[in-house]
C-alpha cells in the first residue's frame, strides 16, 4: 500500500530533502540514468535527481518519432537554461518497427511500453552502466492501472512485475505518493519555470494515443500537423486538454474537384478538474469552424472535421 501524501498536507522542503537522500542513498556512488519527456513528473524528477546526484544522473530524451511539432528540441533547451544536460537518443526506427501492424490500443500501449524499456533503455542502461532508472511515477498511474483502466506505461511493480528481472535494472519512483497538483508544488520549488505547468497534459503514449489503427510514420505526421493547429486556436479556451485524432475510417470527400476517399480528424477539447470525469467544452461555432478550416488547409488527406459532444464516462479523453 502507497501512502499518499495530499498537497494540502505536503511540506514541499521537507519532501524534497528526504526524496534527495533518499535517491543517494539508493545510487551510492553508482550511476543512475532518467528520460525526460518535458512533461511535469519526467520534469520534476529530473531536477530532483540532478540536486541529488548531479553529473551521475544521465538524463536522455528518447526521440519515440510520436512527440509533438518540435518538441525534443524545446524540452533539450529548457532543461539547458536550468543547468541540466539533456542526450536526444533517436529511437524512431525501433518504435515505428514494434508498431507495425498494431491496431489494437492495449497492444500498441504494450509495443510502445516494450520498446522503452526493454529495448531502448535496455540498450542505454547497459552502456552507461547505470542500475537504476529514476521514473516520475505518481499515485494516479498506479490507481488507474491497477483498477484495470488503463495501462499506464510506467507501472510495474503493482502488477507483480520485478523490472530488475524483467529489465536488468531497479526503479526508483520519488513521486508515487503524490498526484499531479502536489508534483507541480515539489517542480516549482525546485525552479521550474511556471511555463511548464501551464502545458496541457499530454500521455506517455504520445501521439500514437491519437492515431486510431496502426500508427504508421505517415498517420502519426496527420496527427502531428493536426496537434500544432488544435494546440494554437485553443490554447486561449482555459480548456483542461485538446487534441487531435486521426481516425482509421475513410470518408468521400472533394480534393481539387474530385472525389477523394480522405481521412478524418476528429477534435476534443475538455473541461476536467482531475481528468477523472470530464465534459467536452462549449467552443463557439465560429471556433470550431476556424479548427476546420485550417485543419483542412494545413494538413494534407483531410477531408472530414467532428468535433466529439460525448462526456467522460463513458468516453475516455483519449481516443486509444
Ligand atoms: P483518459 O484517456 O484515460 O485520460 O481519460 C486521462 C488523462 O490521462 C492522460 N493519459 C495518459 N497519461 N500515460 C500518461 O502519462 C498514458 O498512457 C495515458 N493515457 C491517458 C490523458 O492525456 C488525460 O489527460
Redesign the pocket.
Known sequence: MIQEITAQELNTEQFISEKIEKIKEAVGDGVAINAL?G?V?SSTVTMLGHRAIGERLKTVFIENGLMREGEPEQVVGLFKDLGVTVEIIDARKEFFEALKGVTDPEEK?EAITQTFYRNVFGRIVKESGAKHLLQGTIL??VD?TVAG??????VFEQLGIDPKETFGYSIIEPLIQLRKDGVRKVGQALGLPTEMFER??????ALA?RVIGEATPERVETVRKATVVVERLLKDTGA??Y?AILHEDRVTGMSDGKRDFGQQIEVRC?D?VD??T?TPTQLSFDMLEKVAHEIIHEVPGIVSVTYNIAP?PP??????
Open positions: 519527456s512533461g513528473d500501449r494516479t498511474d488507474e483502466i488503463k495501462r499506464q506505461h510506467n496541457i497534459p499530454f500521455p506517455g503514449p494515443a483542461f486538454q487534441m475538455w476536467s481528468a477523472r470530464a467522460k468516453s475516455t479523453m483519449e481516443a486509444v
